[in-house]
């Protein structure tokens, strides 16, 4: 669908002529000339203006009412005046009748200092009141959910949170009861207000009526620092601003990026931050001593493991994940390559690099706002709000702001199903047979028994071709990573060319990564078999490169003796529980980087490197769109937590490698120096709000795939030909989580979320 | 005026049935309106100058030109959410005679291209929903709503959708969004209902009287009709007079004669004894006109120039029995009760009004309060985000202006009373 | 007396309490007054509450059938709230959690939406109320013509009897005949004060209300608008009124 593309026009606002895109509110072009129109109700995020707090009323020449700025479009050659005394009029009138049943009680509020209402009052109120009569008095604050106060004194009743919760999250579990002034939020009949974006309406709230129970009284505005990073929590890698208070962090607020994450966080980017400081966490070495993991000193750490190591030599294996980032994937990658001289490593996803090689081609890649404007989006095998939560609203908000037409094909049904043109069900597994059938029905195949292969409805199947075929050539299909075992791939690359996404603006695949929320970094840094850093294949050695199943294979049979775990446990997946642990359990050295003792390592690492919180650490990461993100350290590490790309450098010092990084910008640098599509990258270019490297005229330099690669190993088996499909996991959520697990306030979702 | 339109043998035994309103000529404007085109029933609905009479006083013809034209889904909903204090007109007409309503409401869906239509009727006439219901199940049959509707190639499908007790589902985005199954709030305008209203369609929104009389207008000729009553306020005009008179009831006045004659000469004026002290020309929601204006000429513009306005047509006549405070705080009670909460100072403004005349009431304020109380309407006026505020703020500025001698020997009758002045101390005091 | 009838029992008697104490006061409508719910905290043992699952939420078959009816007349299902919020109130009293959660399953929207509406119409009752609704006009027409007498004197009257759902109502469109009520839906006055034992005695009686005084009954005011004499009303029983009902009672 065509984008918004604004002419600049020219307006006239107290006086000042100002040049603003035509038809942005008078709100938003005002800001032009720096003036500010006051605003409770208006947020651009939740949808059309609803003119309710009558806070921005201004006066337009021509029209003899008061119009309201947050709703009227500026057009050229509109005179607006701001300061007329009717204005000042409406507007100190409207703040005295704000403030007639606020409480006023700033100096108790979470909000005092930091307040929309008490900015507004300062600045555009008259000072005084005149209302005389007693103020309604309520219990306060109550609970709304395990999460969340509510203080309805304090409530404005500016609809935002109300909106959000039916116009953009869609759960409408929050609403206005009664009428008038005897309006209030509330859920129906007490039950608690629990989904998955809850927490957003806590920073919507312009006054304190909507606290975070997990912040109330932590800190006040003026304690506080702020500081901007991105959520690693899950792929979707939501740019967040850490609230920090003495070097801890207190809160997580979103930083807006359009193309990112338009501004909303999930309840697990938004709470999670608080298993930063537990007890539970991994702050200093770990080294198994009589069976036991005990706190060690760091040399004795570094010391063992490198004795491991070393022992192991090309028999060592490295799995990734987690939030690792580009700079330690580089690193540990040429770690094993050049100092170990092994080929074996891999994410847990154990996806064929050279199939993901094909998928990443520039010309093929979607990016975020592409799901708002497409024609059509197709989400197959993946459930955004398990998964890469952030997308859901955005595919919500496109299919209600814009009409985008959805599909959804997945396993099981999905929260997007509401809102789909299609819901599609196939069997557990049969992703791959159900991509063949629908390639069956795109091209005029045999599509019943396809359909029957993939357990999915033939009728459902010709429906969606057709939905595809016919529905506007701006397609985007959104795919877990899941999908692309067993042949999934090769028909997934078939649909992709046979749509003509290829290379076609606002048209493309996204995928969500099933090798952890950097799993494209980690492929781009060369974390892959056989593939170095820029997706680069590299020569095939003495010994096949072994992916995460040969990995599992080879420790198992003794090949293998050393493991490497970098921020990632395999008794902590989706894969194979009792197969992984066998295998844990040959393995004579296992290495892992953690935050917290998950089960894999409490039973079979030999040493634990204590993991940095993505609030210490630093480096790059990568979107799944192809966005360069940077990480800021936002507080000091904690206890005896080193850098890891750091501990990395040290251990392969200890090898007898050199990887020449003395600092974390260094190792960037050699980040960007080692893929070629990243060449003249700086930190300084990616900043605050990161740089999709396709965009860029280095993306150039991206290897063509060889199209018909053999691949370093089947990855998954196919599924037979009797229809019968392979045994699949339960796809791990990503609410079931350490961090979910050890938050005191999100400890409920974890139980909730695992039970369910 | 000699014969009425809208009244006409009104009260005849079964004119709520099919049978008795087509042997009166019933059905025949609509056989007239779909031989001849839509563009023709359009500029008839023009040529009458027929104005609203819902409230607003809208130009009925103006209003279905400004629906779009093209084959997107149009609306036609009929407000029948009759609500505004002292207005009981169309509940008159739905009960007797309903197909007159059904018979204007297809002839304006056939001039808008509407092809789905709704009478929003209040959820407390379940009499007249009853009766409406009845009657569209004889015209459906009769071929008069559905498909292909007389041959003439022309559909409607029509609802009677039954509200559920709120003032604000007259106003007509209230309805929209009641109508759609939600809370009735007020929409933010622009956009229009003729370009965005119900289900997002092009909708043209009509009140029952207005819908009523296109069936004549479509029989007389719109020029015909034009003629009677005065040049901005042609036709006539059902008129519900109530409160302090001897016959309360509806009239159908040719518009543009005296109120005194409405009030008076029809509802045969106060009871014996007592003077006119105000009355609402318009329901409660129109500034109060004393007993000096009774000689206003009761049309549009007329009353417009007297500061107030024709409304939906309720005249309710107060006596010099009833204290003006009384009625302040009735009028601003209801207001405060109705309020939808969307907008701040309909919200904050009606309760602060009610707890000042509370005050007032109680003896415990002074007449610096009536300045508070003045002021306070002025900012309610022209901030809101529909014209509720405006409704209470109208007429109860008009009271304090008129009448504010009144309430000032009330304020301080009330406040030689020891609570009063104890209270009134502590306010000055504090 | 077993656990279960004594559980009965005061199930028994707190809801006839709680109607007892619905009918003495129903907060919304006496202007100005706290309203319940704002005080309430979220109770954080209970599930949140979604779109009810059909497997787990029984829904009479009369009223899922009335509903899916509704439902069928507009293009958007969600129009048929109102309507299926005043089915479900005749099959149960009031809006209920119970009867809310039935209309949403069947509706599939949110209880917290069907909530949201139903707090905001006065016709729909959010706490258990008497089974015959008196609603008594109290506004300015009515009032002046003695309404807030006549509201006392039902309520007086009616007392403590929890069959009745006596409320002051905003004008109910019937000032012609002020002071007036609308009794389990019919329209009568004008009422005095004197009337009201009848009225509550029809009602108790399952007898047609007061029906000399129905609005149903009278002719229109405007002596031009018929051919008789003026003034009309009230007029003798079996003329046009009594034909509306019938003409009514036929038809259905």
Same mark, same amino acid.
């Given at each position: 669908?065509?984008?918004?593309?604004?002419?600049?026009?020219?307006?006239?606002?107290?006086?000042?002529?100002?040049?603003?895109?035509?038809?942005?509110?008078?709100?938003?072009?005002?800001?032009?000339?720096?003036?500010?129109?006051?605003?409770?109700?208006?947020?651009?995020?939740?949808?059309?203006?609803?003119?309710?707090?009558?806070?921005?009323?201004?006066?337009?020449?021509? #029209?003899?009412?008061?119009?309201?700025?947050?709703?009227?479009?500026?057009?050229?050659?509109?005179?607006?005046?701001?300061?007329?005394?009717?204005?000042?009029?409406?507007?100190?009138?409207?703040?005295?009748?704000?403030? /007639?049943?606020?409480?006023?009680?700033?100096?108790?509020?979470?909000?005092?200092?930091?307040?929309?209402?008490?900015?507004?009052?300062?600045?555009?109120?008259?000072?005084?009141?005149?209302?005389?009569?007693?103020?309604?008095?309520?219990?306060?604050?109550?609970?709304?959910?395990?999460? /969340?106060?509510?203080?309805?004194?304090?409530? #404005?009743?500016?609809?935002?949170?109300?909106?959000?919760?039916?116009?953009?999250?869609?759960?409408?579990?929050?609403?206005?009861?009664?009428?008038?002034?005897?309006?209030?939020?509330?859920?129906?009949?007490?039950?608690?207000?629990?989904?998955?974006?809850?927490?957003?309406?806590?920073?919507?709230?312009?006054?304190?009526?909507?606290?975070?129970?997990?912040?109330?009284?932590?800190?006040?505005?003026?304690?506080?620092?702020?500081?901007?990073?991105?959520?690693?929590?899950?792929?979707?890698?939501?740019?967040?601003?850490?609230?920090?208070?003495?070097?801890?962090?207190?809160?997580?607020?979103?930083?807006?990026?359009?193309?990112?994450?338009?501004?909303?966080?999930?309840?697990?980017?938004?709470?999670?931050?608080?298993?930063?400081?537990?007890?539970?966490?991994?702050?200093?070495?770990?080294?198994?001593?009589?069976?036991?993991?005990?706190?060690?000193?760091?040399? $004795?750490?570094?010391?063992?493991?490198?004795?491991?190591?070393?022992?192991?030599?090309?028999?060592?294996?490295?799995?990734?994940?987690?939030?690792?980032?580009?700079?330690?994937?580089?690193?540990?990658?040429?770690?094993?390559?050049?100092?170990?001289?092994?080929?074996?490593?891999?994410?847990?996803?154990?996806?064929?690099?050279?199939?993901?090689?094909?998928?990443?081609?520039?010309?093929?890649?979607?990016?975020?706002?592409?799901?708002?404007?497409?024609?059509?989006?197709?989400?197959?095998?993946?459930?955004?709000?398990?998964?890469?939560?952030?997308?859901?609203?955005?595919?919500?908000?496109?299919?209600?702001?814009?009409?985008?037409?959805?599909?959804?094909?997945?396993?099981?049904?999905?929260?997007?199903?509401?809102?789909?043109?299609?819901?599609?069900?196939?069997?557990?597994?049969?992703?791959?047979?159900?991509?063949?059938?629908?390639?069956?029905?795109?091209?005029?195949?045999?599509?019943?028994?396809?359909?029957?292969?993939?357990?999915?409805?033939?009728?459902?199947?010709?429906?969606?071709?057709?939905?595809?075929?016919?529905?506007?050539?701006?397609?985007?299909?959104?795919?877990?990573?899941?999908?692309?075992?067993?042949?999934? !791939?090769?028909?997934?690359?078939?649909?992709? $060319?046979?749509?003509?996404?290829?290379?076609?603006?606002?048209?493309?695949?996204?995928?969500?990564? !099933?090798?952890?929320?950097?799993?494209?970094?980690?492929?781009?840094?060369?974390?892959?078999?056989?593939?170095?850093?820029?997706?680069?294949?590299?020569?095939?050695?003495?010994?096949?490169?072994?992916?995460?199943?040969?990995?599992?294979?080879?420790?198992?049979?003794?090949?293998?003796? !050393?493991?490497?775990?970098?921020?990632?446990?395999?008794?902590?997946?989706?894969?194979?529980?009792?197969?992984?642990?066998?295998?844990?359990?040959?393995?004579?050295?296992? /290495?892992?980087?953690?935050?917290?003792?998950?089960?894999?390592?409490?039973?079979?690492?030999?040493?634990?490197?204590?993991?940095?919180?993505?609030?210490?650490?630093?480096?790059?990461?990568?979107?799944?769109?192809?966005?360069?993100? $940077?990480?800021?350290?936002?507080?000091?590490?904690?206890?005896?937590?080193?850098?890891?790309?750091?501990? /990395?450098?040290?251990?392969?010092?200890?090898?007898?490698?050199?990887?020449?990084?003395?600092?974390?910008?260094?190792?960037?640098?050699?980040?960007?120096?080692?893929?070629?599509?990243?060449?003249?990258?700086?930190?300084?270019?990616?900043?605050?709000?990161?740089?999709?490297?396709?965009?860029?005229?280095?993306?150039?330099?991206?290897?063509?795939?060889?199209?018909?690669?053999?691949?370093?190993?089947?990855?998954?088996?196919?599924?037979?030909?009797?229809?019968?499909?392979?045994?699949?996991?339960?796809?791990?959520?990503?609410?079931?989580?350490?961090?979910?697990?050890?938050?005191?306030?999100?400890?409920?979702?974890?139980?909730?979320?695992?039970?369910? | 005026?000699?014969?009425?339109?809208?009244?006409?043998?009104?009260?005849?035994?079964?004119?709520?049935?099919?049978?008795?309103?087509?042997?009166?000529?019933?059905?025949?404007?609509?056989?007239?309106?779909?031989?001849?085109?839509?563009?023709?029933?359009?500029?008839?609905?023009?040529?009458?100058?027929?104005?609203?009479?819902?409230?607003?006083?809208?130009?009925?013809?103006?209003?279905?030109?400004?629906?779009?034209?093209?084959?997107?889904?149009?609306?036609?909903?009929?407000?029948?959410?009759?609500?505004?204090?002292?207005?009981?007109?169309?509940?008159?007409?739905?009960?007797?005679?309903?197909?007159?309503?059904?018979?204007?409401?297809?002839?304006?869906?056939?001039?808008?291209?509407?092809?789905?239509?709704?009478?929003?009727?209040?959820?407390?006439?379940?009499?007249?929903?009853?009766?409406?219901?009845?009657?569209?199940?004889?015209?459906?049959?009769?071929?008069?709503?559905?498909?292909?509707?007389?041959?003439?190639? %022309?559909?409607?499908?029509?609802?009677?959708?039954?509200?559920?007790?709120?003032?604000?589902?007259?106003?007509?985005?209230?309805?929209?969004?009641?109508?759609?199954?939600?809370?009735?709030?007020?929409?933010?305008?622009?956009?229009?209902?003729?370009?965005?209203?119900?289900?997002?369609?092009?909708?043209?929104?009509?009140?029952?009287?207005?819908?009523?009389?296109?069936?004549?207008?479509?029989?007389?000729?719109?020029?015909?009709?034009?003629?009677?009553?005065?040049?901005?306020?042609?036709?006539?005009?059902?008129?519900?007079?109530?409160?302090?008179?001897?016959?309360?009831?509806?009239?159908?006045?040719?518009?543009?004669?005296?109120?005194?004659?409405?009030?008076?000469?029809?509802?045969?004026?106060?009871?014996?004894?007592?003077?006119?002290?105000?009355?609402?020309?318009?329901?409660?929601?129109?500034?109060?006109?004393?007993?000096?204006?009774?000689?206003?000429?009761?049309?549009?513009?007329?009353?417009?120039?007297?500061?107030?306005?024709?409304?939906?047509?309720?005249?309710?006549?107060?006596?010099?029995?009833?204290?003006?405070?009384?009625?302040?705080?009735?009028?601003?009670?209801?207001?405060? %009760?109705?309020?939808?909460?969307?907008?701040?100072?309909?919200?904050?403004?009606?309760?602060?009004?009610?707890?000042?005349?509370?005050?007032?009431?109680?003896?415990?304020?002074?007449?610096?309060?009536?300045?508070?109380?003045?002021?306070?309407?002025?900012?309610?006026?022209?901030?809101?985000?529909?014209?509720?505020?405006?409704?209470?703020?109208?007429?109860?500025?008009?009271?304090?202006?008129?009448?504010?001698?009144?309430?000032?020997? %009330?304020?301080?009758?009330?406040?030689?009373?020891?609570?009063?002045?104890?209270?009134?101390?502590?306010?000055?005091?504090? | 007396?077993? =656990?279960?009838?004594?559980?009965?029992?005061?199930?028994?008697?707190?809801?006839?309490?709680?109607?007892?104490?619905?009918?003495?006061?129903?907060?919304?409508? *006496?202007?100005?007054?706290?309203?319940?719910?704002?005080?309430?905290?979220?109770?954080?043992?209970?599930?949140?509450?979604?779109?009810?699952?059909?497997?787990?939420?029984?829904?009479?078959?009369?009223?899922?059938?009335?509903?899916?009816?509704?439902? =069928?007349?507009?293009?958007?299902?969600?129009?048929?709230?109102?309507?299926?919020?005043?089915? =479900?109130?005749?099959?149960?009293?009031?809006?209920?959690?119970?009867?809310?959660?039935?209309?949403?399953?069947?509706?599939?929207?949110?209880?917290?939406?069907?909530?949201?509406?139903?707090?905001?119409?006065?016709?729909?009752?959010?706490?258990?109320?008497?089974?015959?609704?008196?609603?008594?006009?109290?506004?300015?027409?009515?009032?002046?013509?003695?309404?807030?007498?006549?509201?006392?004197?039902?309520?007086?009257?009616?007392?403590?009897?929890?069959?009745?759902?006596?409320?002051?109502?905003?004008?109910?469109?019937?000032? *012609?005949?002020?002071?007036?009520?609308?009794?389990?839906?019919?329209?009568?006055?004008?009422?005095?004060?004197?009337?009201?034992?009848?009225?509550?005695?029809?009602?108790?009686?399952?007898?047609?209300?007061?029906?000399?005084?129905?609005?149903?009954?009278?002719?229109?005011?405007?002596?031009?608008?018929?051919?008789?004499?003026?003034?009309?009303?009230?007029?003798?029983?079996?003329?046009?009124?009594?034909?509306?009902?019938?003409?009514?009672?036929?038809?259905?």
């Amino acid at each position: 669908m065509p984008r918004p593309q604004p002419r600049t026009i020219t307006f006239t606002i107290d006086g000042l002529e100002v040049q603003a895109p035509e038809n942005s509110m008078l709100v938003d072009a005002a800001k032009h000339g720096d003036i500010e129109i006051p605003v409770f109700c208006y947020e651009p995020k939740l949808g059309n203006p609803v003119g309710a707090c009558r806070m921005c009323l201004v006066e337009v020449e021509g #029209i003899p009412k008061l119009q309201t700025g947050c709703s009227t479009p500026v057009k050229d050659g509109m005179v607006v005046h701001t300061q007329s005394e009717r204005v000042k009029t409406a507007q100190n009138a409207v703040v005295e009748f704000l403030l /007639i049943n606020h409480p006023l009680d700033c100096p108790v509020c979470d909000k005092g200092g930091e307040c929309p209402l008490q900015d507004i009052t300062f600045g555009w109120g008259k000072g005084t009141s005149r209302f005389i009569e007693p103020k309604r008095h309520f219990v306060k604050p109550l609970e709304l959910s395990p999460l /969340i106060a509510i203080d309805r004194e304090r409530c #404005i009743l500016c609809y935002r949170c109300v909106r959000f919760s039916q116009e953009v999250s869609e759960d409408y579990q929050l609403v206005l009861q009664e009428r008038g002034a005897h309006s209030y939020v509330t859920t129906f009949d007490g039950h608690p207000y629990v989904a998955p974006f809850s927490g957003n309406i806590v920073e919507l709230c312009p006054v304190g009526a909507l606290t975070s129970r997990a912040y109330r009284f932590r800190a006040r505005p003026w304690d506080i620092e702020d500081a901007g990073s991105i959520c690693t929590l899950c792929p979707a890698q939501c740019n967040v601003s850490f609230t920090v208070r003495d070097e801890r962090v207190v809160r997580v607020l979103a930083r807006q990026h359009p193309d990112v994450d338009d501004g909303w966080l999930c309840d697990k980017g938004r709470f999670a931050y608080q298993a930063i400081h537990v007890e539970e966490r991994i702050t200093e070495p770990l080294v198994r001593d009589g069976g036991e993991l005990r706190p060690a000193s760091w040399e $004795r750490a570094l010391q063992e493991a490198a004795a491991g190591l070393r022992r192991a030599g090309p028999r060592t294996a490295a799995l990734a994940g987690g939030a690792s980032t580009n700079e330690e994937g580089l690193l540990l990658a040429r770690f094993m390559r050049e100092g170990l001289h092994s080929e074996h490593l891999d994410t847990l996803a154990g996806l064929d690099p050279a199939e993901l090689h094909r998928l990443s081609e520039p010309e093929l890649q979607a990016t975020v706002p592409d799901l708002e404007f497409a024609h059509t989006v197709l989400v197959i095998g993946t459930e955004p709000v398990r998964d890469i939560p952030i997308l859901d609203l955005r595919i919500r908000k496109g299919v209600r702001r814009r009409a985008v037409k959805l599909a959804v094909a997945t396993p099981h049904a999905s929260s997007l199903d509401a809102g789909a043109r299609l819901a599609l069900r196939y069997a557990p597994g049969a992703d791959a047979a159900f991509l063949q059938a629908l390639a069956e029905a795109l091209y005029g195949g045999e599509v019943e028994q396809a359909a029957r292969a993939a357990e999915a409805d033939a009728e459902q199947l010709r429906a969606l071709a057709e939905l595809l075929r016919t529905g506007g050539e701006e397609i985007v299909i959104l795919y877990g990573q899941r999908v692309l075992a067993g042949g999934g !791939a090769e028909t997934l690359l078939k649909l992709a $060319r046979g749509l003509n996404l290829h290379g076609h603006d606002g048209a493309g695949l996204l995928a969500v990564p !099933a090798g952890g929320p950097n799993g494209r970094g980690l492929l781009e840094a060369g974390f892959a078999p056989g593939y170095g850093p820029g997706l680069q294949a590299l020569p095939s050695g003495e010994t096949a490169a072994l992916g995460a199943e040969g990995i599992r294979a080879a420790l198992d049979a003794g090949e293998l003796g !050393a493991l490497y775990l970098l921020h990632t446990d395999p008794l902590r997946s989706e894969l194979p529980h009792e197969q992984w642990s066998a295998a844990l359990e040959s393995a004579s050295t296992v /290495i892992a980087h953690a935050s917290y003792l998950t089960d894999g390592l409490r039973a079979h690492a030999n040493v634990v490197f204590p993991a940095e919180s993505y609030a210490e650490k630093e480096g790059t990461i990568v979107h799944p769109d192809g966005r360069l993100q $940077r990480l800021r350290p936002a507080i000091g590490r904690q206890g005896a937590t080193r850098a890891e790309w750091s501990v /990395i450098a040290e251990l392969a010092q200890l090898c007898g490698l050199d990887l020449g990084v003395p600092s974390g910008s260094a190792a960037s640098q050699q980040l960007f120096d080692a893929v070629p599509f990243y060449a003249g990258l700086t930190l300084e270019e990616i900043g605050g709000r990161g740089v999709r490297w396709q965009e860029r005229d280095a993306a150039a330099a991206f290897p063509a795939p060889s199209s018909g690669r053999a691949s370093a190993q089947a990855t998954r088996p196919i599924p037979g030909a009797n229809g019968a499909h392979p045994p699949t996991p339960t796809p791990i959520s990503l609410w079931d989580a350490p961090e979910v697990e050890f938050s005191p306030s999100l400890k409920f979702l974890h139980r909730e979320r695992v039970s369910a | 005026m000699t014969e009425p339109l809208l009244f006409a043998d009104i009260d005849e035994p079964g004119l709520n049935t099919l049978d008795v309103y087509a042997r009166r000529g019933g059905y025949e404007s609509l056989r007239k309106a779909l031989t001849s085109t839509p563009e023709a029933v359009l500029h008839e609905l023009e040529a009458s100058g027929l104005r609203g009479r819902g409230g607003a006083g809208f130009a009925m013809g103006k209003k279905v030109s400004f629906l779009p034209k093209g084959s997107m889904d149009k609306y036609l909903v009929c407000n029948a959410d009759e609500s505004e204090p002292g207005t009981f007109k169309d509940r008159e007409l739905m009960q007797k005679c309903p197909h007159m309503l059904i018979e204007g409401i297809v002839i304006a869906s056939y001039a808008a291209g509407a092809s789905r239509s709704f009478i929003y009727i209040r959820g407390e006439y379940q009499l007249q929903a009853d009766m409406l219901d009845a009657a569209l199940v004889e015209a459906r049959n009769a071929g008069y709503v559905g498909e292909n509707i007389l041959g003439s190639g %022309h559909s409607l499908s029509l609802v009677v959708h039954r509200g559920a007790g709120a003032y604000i589902c007259g106003e007509e985005t209230g309805l929209l969004d009641s109508l759609e199954g939600k809370r009735g709030n007020p929409r933010l305008k622009p956009p229009f209902p003729a370009n965005q209203g119900l289900y997002q369609g092009p909708t043209l929104i009509n009140n029952v009287e207005t819908l009523s009389t296109v069936p004549t207008i479509i029989r007389i000729g719109g020029e015909k009709y034009a003629k009677l009553g005065v040049e901005t306020s042609t036709g006539t005009k059902l008129v519900s007079v109530s409160g302090h008179v001897q016959r309360p009831g509806n009239y159908e006045i040719e518009l543009g004669i005296p109120s005194r004659e409405i009030i008076y000469g029809l509802a045969g004026g106060p009871p014996e004894g007592r003077q006119v002290k105000c009355w609402f020309p318009g329901g409660s929601s129109s500034p109060v006109l004393t007993a000096e204006e009774l000689d206003v000429p009761y049309d549009f513009n007329s009353l417009a120039q007297a500061g107030t306005m024709l409304g939906s047509g309720a005249i309710i006549v107060v006596d010099d029995s009833t204290p003006i405070l009384d009625v302040a705080l009735k009028v601003a009670k209801f207001y405060a %009760h109705e309020s939808c909460g969307k907008c701040t100072p309909c919200r904050e403004g009606t309760n602060w009004t009610v707890k000042v005349l509370q005050r007032i009431e109680d003896g415990q304020a002074t007449p610096m309060d009536l300045d508070i109380m003045a002021s306070v309407q002025e900012h309610i006026i022209g901030n809101c985000l529909c014209v509720l505020g405006d409704a209470m703020a109208m007429p109860i500025g008009s009271m304090i202006a008129k009448f504010r001698d009144e309430f000032e020997v %009330h304020i301080e009758s009330r406040q030689l009373s020891p609570v009063g002045a104890s209270r009134a101390l502590e306010v000055a005091g504090a | 007396m077993s =656990a279960f009838e004594e559980a009965e029992r005061e199930l028994v008697e707190r809801t006839a309490f709680a109607r007892a104490g619905a009918a003495r006061q129903v907060p919304r409508y *006496d202007h100005g007054s706290r309203v319940p719910g704002w005080d309430q905290a979220a109770d954080l043992d209970k599930d949140p509450a979604e779109i009810p699952d059909p497997d787990t939420t029984p829904v009479p078959d009369d009223l899922r059938a009335e509903i899916e009816a509704h439902m =069928a007349n507009y293009p958007d299902r969600r129009s048929a709230t109102l309507p299926a919020l005043a089915a =479900a109130q005749r099959v149960h009293g009031w809006c209920s959690p119970e009867a809310i959660d039935q209309v949403a399953c069947v509706m599939r929207v949110t209880p917290a939406y069907l909530a949201s509406v139903a707090t905001f119409y006065d016709m729909l009752e959010t706490t258990p109320v008497g089974r015959h609704s008196v609603y008594v006009c109290t506004n300015i027409s009515c009032s002046l013509c003695g309404a807030d007498e006549l509201y006392a004197a039902i309520r007086a009257a009616a007392g403590e009897d929890t069959e009745f759902n006596v409320r002051a109502f905003e004008c109910l469109g019937a000032c *012609d005949i002020a002071p007036m009520a609308s009794v389990d839906g019919v329209y009568v006055g004008p009422l005095s004060v004197e009337d009201v034992p009848q009225l509550l005695d029809d009602v108790r009686a399952g007898r047609p209300v007061l029906p000399d005084k129905q609005l149903a009954r009278r002719l229109v005011a405007d002596p031009r608008a018929n051919s008789r004499e003026f003034p009309l009303h009230p007029i003798e029983a079996g003329a046009a009124a009594g034909s509306v009902e019938g003409e009514l009672e036929r038809r259905s």
